[in-house]
């Protein structure tokens, strides 16, 4: 049974994101460890923590929710950010 851990600063993504990060690891982990079982579904365990950006430090610095979203392209849930 995998247990995947999302660790995130609080105020990040919405909840419709959440649903989507959620959807789409238990998806992936279907595909990779479960062989594309789709019964394996009920065995994939996905938990999303947020935490406060003052238990956050990117290059020293403590990050605010701003700065952090700041730093990606601006999307909609489900649309790839490409590099």
Aim: aromatic share 6%; charged share 25%; net charge negative.
């Amino acid at each position: 049974m995998p247990f995947v851990h999302v660790q995130t600063v609080d105020g990040i993504l919405s909840s419709d994101q959440k649903s989507e990060m959620l959807r789409r690891i238990t998806d992936l982990m279907v595909e990779i460890e479960g062989r594309g079982d789709p019964s394996f579904r009920s065995s994939v365990w996905v938990r999303i923590d947020e935490h406060a950006p003052s238990q956050w430090s990117i290059g020293g610095v403590m990050p605010t929710p701003e700065m952090i979203a700041a730093r990606f392209p601006k999307t909609t849930v489900g649309e790839a950010i490409s590099d």
